[in-house]
């Protein structure tokens, strides 16, 4: 079984800066992808950003965050990180982690850090 562990949300002002951890219980080279995810309230879970582990590490980022948050992981560590800059309060929602394994293809989550952007 494969646990996600986030970390690093908070209460931010317009502006600020938050780093976003997320943790995992086994080598991240056993995941084709990692990526993180959001959902604010009354919406739909969206794509925040997300890597690939072949490729040379690509990442994507939707249209909304490019320029201020960038994904990257740490492989010795077995984490995986989102630092976010120059944060909206448009950016204020639940983040989630979330990884594809390798070969069976299965989808875990973790269980969410809560990010508030105060204006």
């Known amino acids: 079984q494969v646990q996600l562990v986030e970390s690093g949300g908070g209460l931010v002002q317009a502006g600020g800066s938050l780093r976003l951890s997320c943790a995992a219980s086994r080598d991240i080279f056993s995941f084709s992808y990692m990526g993180w995810f959001r959902q604010a309230p009354g919406k739909q879970r969206e794509l925040v950003a997300r890597?690939?582990?072949?490729?040379?590490?690509?990442?994507n980022y939707a249209d909304s965050v490019k320029g201020r948050f960038t994904i990257s992981r740490d492989n010795a560590k077995n984490t995986l990180y989102l630092q976010m800059n120059s944060l909206k309060p448009e950016d204020t929602a639940i983040y989630y982690c979330?990884?594809?394994?390798?070969?069976?293809?299965?989808?875990?989550w973790g269980q969410g850090t809560q990010v508030s952007v105060s204006s």
């Open positions: 890597i690939s582990s072949v490729n040379g590490g690509t990442t």
């Open positions: 979330n990884a594809i394994l390798s070969g069976q293809g299965t989808l875990y």
